[in-house]
């Protein structure tokens, strides 16, 4: 039955982003503003540490790119510090303080920007925002198929006890083979592109899934919410998303598809 609800909620949500993302991207960056919002809500709900003012970041940046002309590299170069700030806090072997202040980075550097950037490149090409879909969720499935069937190892045991070693290399292994033939069908990118993002973006999901674990281990809460039925809090469904996307971007970037 869980799984039934799981699968449901899955369809729902998918269906709203890419739904919106082929129907209107006016539309779809409402959904993703939403969708900030919810989880900066949920974030200071579980750290029960309150800033109002992160509610603010993500109008406000989305403002001020279409205002600059190198919006776009500030976004990167800020998106990028944002991933080495949750990696640092991660791999920190003492918990670090969850802080008003700690709240507020996290709610801008770690959610807002990376939603508005995702919100900028369904502009620029929105079958490059499928493809970063596509890549985040059959790594989540895959990893959870893997790691129920087969896995043995634990990955972190004081973060995250469930997942395993053999789950997450089996989720990067699905996720590129699958991604590689859809990048090369709908010839989106050249090889080395497919397999870069791919494999890249896959690694920074998993890392995100444990930035968010760390954080409500830390809180001593389960879910970020309760909003999507059988995956708890909107936050619990972006964390694999949120460090992925500014990496995802910059190889983009890099390899020359976004400017």
Known sequence: MILFVRFITSLFYAGLLLGSLYTNIPFFSVVIFAMTLISLFEIQRITTKKAAVVYAFFPLILLLSFVFEQANLVLIISGIFGVILMVTFLFAKKNIDISKTFVTVLGGVGVSIPLVMLALLSVQNPDFVAFFFGIIWLNDSGAYLVGTTIGKRVLAAKISPNK???????????????????????????????????????????????????????CGVKDSGKILPGHGGMYDRLDSSLLAIPVYILILFVFGYVS
């Open 164 to 218: 395993t070693i053999e789950g997450n290399i089996g989720g990067i292994v699905i996720t590129t083979i699958i991604m590689f033939f859809v990048g090369r069908y709908f010839e989106l990118f050249d090889t080395k592109t497919i397999l870069a993002l791919t494999i890249i973006t896959a690694i920074c999901g998993g890392l995100g899934d444990l930035v968010q674990s760390k954080i409500k281990r830390q």
